[in-house]
């Protein structure tokens, strides 16, 4: 019998997974600062303290750096832990612990260990949060060999993502758009997975591919509907995961569509967009390409707290159609 299919916002689709993953393996836990009774920063882990008890949801003290350091050593004994981040800017007090703790001991120990951690990072601007509660880092972690790093851009990806990286040997960084706690869409019941490493082609098109991660997956399909009735087809390629990124999906389309355009809310420099970029460069589709690539990124500045400058250093809907419709017409 299939599952039953529910609406669920993509927080509900979280604290579903967590516990689902709980009940099926003892040793899961839950931590982070403010989990517990408070239910987190963004009320992602809600009740699960009352269900679970304070030794499976553990408050943690004010410390990225030593929560983090917890969550690897439990990792490496043996056990599963998630810990949240109550921003993903915080993984900056954690750098240590994630990239030369967590990325490398399987590698430096011959294989001889793993380190199943699952790392959340609740990401992105929108909430009027400021320069240091906004940031969206993957593209740091993405760097670093070693760590799995994801971006899930639907409820549905958001359960099944994490129970794959609960159940992967390899530690995983999910990075959550803060703004999608609140959408939802249909989720299963009961317990799925969802690939790491395989992206998804949220909307079939032939005129331009359109990589996108996170929230601005849902961007490019709004604004893929609006070119629709210019006579623009645009294909969504969700590109789902960071690292491992699926290269072959990308050239697939981009040798359909004959351009490429990439949009990520962080910084444009040195973004998710350019590693797609130079892959592309490097590959066959090459060939195929009618046009320059087009990199839509954020601004080079910190994320102001003012609400309509803090929109203007993301790509909004409106600037997904323009750089769209100027790419397709040949407009440079």
Request: aromatic share 8%; glycine share 12%; no cysteine.
């Given at each position: 019998m299939d599952a039953m299919v529910r609406e669920l916002s993509y927080a509900q689709a979280i604290q579903e997974a967590m516990a689902i993953a709980m009940d099926m393996d003892e040793r899961?836990?839950?931590?982070?600062?403010?989990?517990?009774?408070?239910?987190?920063?963004?009320?992602?882990?809600?009740?699960?303290?009352e269900r679970y008890g304070a030794d499976?949801?553990?408050?943690?003290?004010?410390?990225?750096?030593?929560g983090a350091g917890?969550?690897?050593?439990?990792?490496?004994?043996?056990?599963?832990?998630?810990?949240e981040f109550q921003f993903s800017d915080f993984a900056t007090l954690a750098m240590e612990q994630i990239v030369n703790q967590a990325a490398k001991m399987r590698f430096m120990l011959g294989g001889e260990v793993s380190v199943p951690v699952v790392m959340r990072f609740p990401a992105g601007?929108?909430?009027?949060?400021?320069?240091?509660?906004?940031?969206?880092?993957?593209?740091?972690l993405g760097h670093v060999p070693g760590l799995k790093v994801i971006q899930p851009a639907t409820p549905y990806d958001a359960k099944g993502m994490l129970?794959?990286?609960?159940?992967?040997?390899?530690?995983?960084?999910?990075?959550?758009?803060?703004?999608?706690?609140?959408?939802?869409?249909?989720?299963?019941?009961?317990?799925y997975t969802v690939p790491i490493g395989k992206a998804d082609i949220r909307r079939e098109g032939r005129d331009l591919t359109i990589v996108a991660t996170s929230i601005m997956v849902q961007k490019a399909l709004d604004a893929a509907a609006t070119l629709e009735a210019e006579g623009i087809d645009v294909e969504v390629v969700d590109l789902r995961t960071i690292r491992p990124m699926d290269k072959q999906t990308v050239i697939d389309s981009v040798k359909k569509t004959s351009r490429l355009m990439c949009v990520y809310e962080a910084v444009k420099t040195l973004g998710?967009?350019?590693?797609?970029?130079?892959?592309?460069?490097?590959?066959?589709?090459?060939?195929?390409?009618?046009a320059p690539i087009v990199r839509l990124g954020g601004a080079e500045t910190p994320i102001p707290y003012n609400?309509?400058?803090?929109?203007?250093t993301v790509p909004q809907v409106p600037d997904i159609i323009t750089a769209a419709r100027d790419l397709v017409k040949g407009v440079r």
């Open positions: 899961v836990f839950l931590m982070g600062e403010d989990i517990g009774v408070y239910g987190g920063a963004f009320q992602v882990t809600g009740d699960l303290v499976r949801v553990m408050d943690t003290p004010i410390s990225e750096l030593g917890v969550a690897v050593g439990a990792a490496l004994t043996g056990m599963r832990p998630i810990f601007s929108g909430t009027g949060a400021a320069a240091q509660h906004s940031q969206s880092l993957e593209a740091w129970l794959a990286a609960v159940a992967d040997p390899d530690p995983v960084m999910i990075f959550e758009h803060k703004l999608l706690y609140k959408m939802k869409g249909p989720v299963p019941e009961g317990y998710i967009g350019a590693e797609v970029s130079a892959m592309i460069a490097e590959s066959e589709a090459f060939d195929y390409l009618d609400p309509e400058l803090e929109k203007a």
